[in-house]
C-alpha cells in the first residue's frame, strides 16, 4: 500500500471514530441534561407542596389567632406555637425563594448547554460527512483540503456557539433580588 493510500486511509478512519464516539457520548450528555431538568421541575413541584404547607400551617393557627382577636385567652402551648409561627415561615419562605432562584439560574445553564451539545453534536456531524469523501486513495492536496474544511468549519461553529451563548446566567424571574452566578 502507498503512503498515500495509508494516510488517508488513516485520516477517514480518525474522522469517522471521532464522529461516531462523540455523537455516542454526546447523545447520552443530552440524554441526562434532559433528565436533570426533569428532575429540577419534580423538585419545583415539592416546593410548590411546600409552600402550601406552610399556608396550612398558618390556616392552622387561624382558629388561635380567631380566639385572640376575639379577646379570649389561650393556652401557653398556643401562645408559644404562635410566637414561633413567623419565625418558622419566614425560614421556610426564605429557603424556597433562594431554590427557586437557583432553580431558574439552572434552568438557564441546562439551556446552554444543551444548546452547546447540539452545537457540537453538528460539528462532529460534519466531520463524519467530511470524513465520508476521503477514500484510501485520495491525493495529498484532497487530504489537505478536507483538513481545510474541518478546521474551517470547526471556526465557524465555535464562533456560533460563542455568539449564541452568555457567559453568565442571571436570576430572571424572582422579586427578591439580583443574582448572577459566574
Given at each position: 500500500m502507498t503512503?498515500?493510500?495509508?494516510?488517508g486511509s488513516h485520516v477517514k478512519r480518525l474522522m469517522s471514530g471521532v464522529s461516531d464516539h462523540g455523537l455516542k457520548h454526546l447523545t447520552e450528555v443530552e440524554t441526562d441534561l434532559i433528565q436533570t431538568r426533569l428532575l429540577l421541575e419534580e423538585a419545583i413541584d415539592k416546593l410548590s407542596f411546600n409552600f402550601m404547607a406552610i399556608h396550612q400551617a398558618v390556616t392552622g393557627e387561624q382558629a388561635t389567632i380567631d380566639r385572640l382577636l376575639a379577646?379570649?385567652?389561650i393556652t401557653a402551648d398556643q401562645r408559644a406555637r404562635l410566637e414561633a409561627l413567623p419565625g418558622q415561615l419566614g425560614t421556610y419562605v426564605?429557603?424556597?425563594?433562594?431554590?427557586?432562584?437557583?432553580?431558574?439560574?439552572?434552568?438557564?445553564?441546562?439551556?446552554r448547554t444543551l444548546k452547546r451539545v447540539n452545537g457540537l453534536r453538528d460539528f462532529l456531524g460534519k466531520l463524519g460527512?467530511?470524513?465520508?469523501?476521503?477514500?484510501?486513495?485520495?491525493?495529498?492536496?484532497?487530504?489537505?483540503e478536507l483538513l481545510g474544511?474541518?478546521?474551517?468549519?470547526?471556526?465557524?461553529?465555535?464562533l456560533e456557539l460563542s455568539?449564541?451563548?452568555?457567559?453568565?446566567?442571571?436570576?430572571?424571574?424572582?422579586?427578591?433580588?439580583?443574582?448572577?452566578?459566574?
Open positions: 503512503r498515500k493510500k495509508i494516510l379577646g379570649a385567652d426564605n429557603a424556597a425563594v433562594v431554590s427557586l432562584q437557583f432553580q431558574d439560574m439552572t434552568g438557564q445553564l441546562l439551556d460527512e467530511h470524513g465520508a469523501e476521503m477514500t484510501a486513495e485520495s491525493e495529498d492536496e484532497k487530504i489537505v474544511k474541518v478546521s474551517i468549519a470547526l471556526t465557524v461553529q465555535s455568539s449564541v451563548l452568555r457567559k453568565a446566567v442571571h436570576q430572571q424571574h424572582m422579586e427578591s433580588g439580583d443574582i448572577e452566578l459566574f
